[in-house]
């Protein structure tokens, strides 16, 4: 190899570029790709937000119609719970007292 040949390797060795034109190429292509692949999640992200706005949306909206009418089902219910309670209080009293007379 010849003098001169050395010398411009070690000139772009010491600049850090032995291959620019591959070292630009490289580098395109990368931000290439880095803004479609952020495209692309920015479509999927959005997709999936809108979704779960839809879901909750929906969510809110049937329990603002429970609300609207679900007051007289809501007391029937704990008077049931109240009734159950006092049901197993009894049961649980009276296996007590057949273990006792046991």
Not at 23 to 34: G, K, Y
Not at 70 to 78: C, V
Request: charged letters at 30%; hydrophobic letters at 35%.
């Amino acid at each position: 190899m010849s003098a001169r040949q050395k010398s411009i390797i070690n000139v772009r060795v010491s600049n850090g570029t032995i291959f620019p034109n591959i070292a630009v190429l490289i580098s395109t292509s990368m931000d290439t790709l880095v803004e479609k692949t952020e495209e692309k999640l920015r479509r999927r992200v959005t997709g999936v937000l809108e979704l779960i706005k839809n879901d909750i949306e929906m969510a809110r909206t049937a329990q603002e119609e429970g609300n609207g009418h679900g007051g007289d089902d809501e007391e029937l219910d704990r008077a049931n719970i109240v009734q159950m309670i006092e049901d197993l209080k009894l049961e649980h009293n009276s296996m007590l007292e057949k273990l006792v007379g046991c």
